[in-house]
């Protein structure tokens, strides 16, 4: 099944509840609220690799795969695909458990870049990256 995946990829770094203040008129849950909940995700796992404040510069490839209903546990996991001087880009997969029971269901997967910022919100080098020679 294209939209499953025996294993998300990265690791776990955000899960809750989809709740009935989080849906549309027809029952499905926002995406926008899917999407919050992957850039918290994305934003914890940049901050973690930036030791410090980073911002969201770009998402790109989303793609919402399955609906995501009322009582579903999402699960969002990440994983480091590539730094920069002063970016992360994270791999970030939604996946839900129907109704906290069940088979895992991949419904959402996107790419975010954030970028290292100070106490100004400038960029700033990672750490551990050598300054251009």
Request: glycine letters at 10%.
């Amino acid at each position: 099944m294209p939209n499953s995946r025996p294993q998300p990829r990265g690791e776990l770094s955000l899960r809750t509840v989809a709740m009935p203040a989080d849906t549309n008129p027809a029952g499905d849950i926002f995406g926008g609220w899917i999407m919050s909940l992957m850039d918290l995700a994305a934003g914890i796992a940049a901050g973690t690799r930036a030791k410090g404040r980073v911002a969201t510069a770009a998402v790109s490839n989303l793609s919402f795969l399955q609906p995501v209903k009322v009582g579903d546990v999402v699960c969002v996991y990440t994983e480091v695909s590539k730094t920069g001087r002063t970016s992360v880009t994270i791999g970030v997969e939604a996946y839900v458990l129907r109704r906290n029971q069940g088979e895992r269901v991949r419904v959402t997967a996107a790419e975010f870049v954030l970028v290292a910022v100070d106490d100004h919100g400038t960029p700033r080098v990672l750490p551990g990256v050598l300054p251009p020679a």
